[in-house]
């Protein structure tokens, strides 16, 4: 599995932006994390590939939606009302089969690059 982020940039506080990952090969579940500097990388979104179903850090639940174009093998986060500490590097991953510890990044075979988004007045 191959993954390939985009998106990102800098909004101001109660913004919007999204990030997008486009995926190739065989997919159970896909995920996003962001790390902030001299931090470990934390769970922010998850979505089981076959039927959809999402799960959210608490923290970005009712702002931020994971979704899936399973046709185009995409993954994409929109993230609403953003906050100054929703700053850090955002990562997505996936592996080929669901687990129901898709908070830990442990769990995940395949990683794409990094994104930055900034949010700040």
């Known amino acids: 599995v191959q993954l390939q982020a985009s998106g990102g940039g800098l909004a101001q506080p109660g913004g919007s932006l999204r990030v997008s990952c486009a995926a190739s090969g065989r997919i159970g579940v896909m995920a996003w994390f962001r790390q902030v500097r001299g931090k470990e990388r934390a769970f922010v979104a998850a979505i089981r590939w076959g039927d959809g179903n999402t799960r959210y850090t608490d923290s970005v639940r009712g702002r931020f939606t994971i979704s899936r174009d399973r046709a185009e093998l995409t993954v994409n986060l929109q993230m609403n009302s953003l906050k100054p500490e929703d700053t850090a590097v955002y990562y997505c991953?996936?592996?080929?089969?669901?687990?129901?510890?898709?908070?830990?990044?442990?769990?995940?075979?395949?990683w794409g690059q990094g994104t930055l988004v900034t949010v700040s007045s």
């Open positions: 991953a996936a592996r080929p089969v669901y687990t129901v510890q898709y908070w830990d990044s442990e769990q995940y075979d395949f």
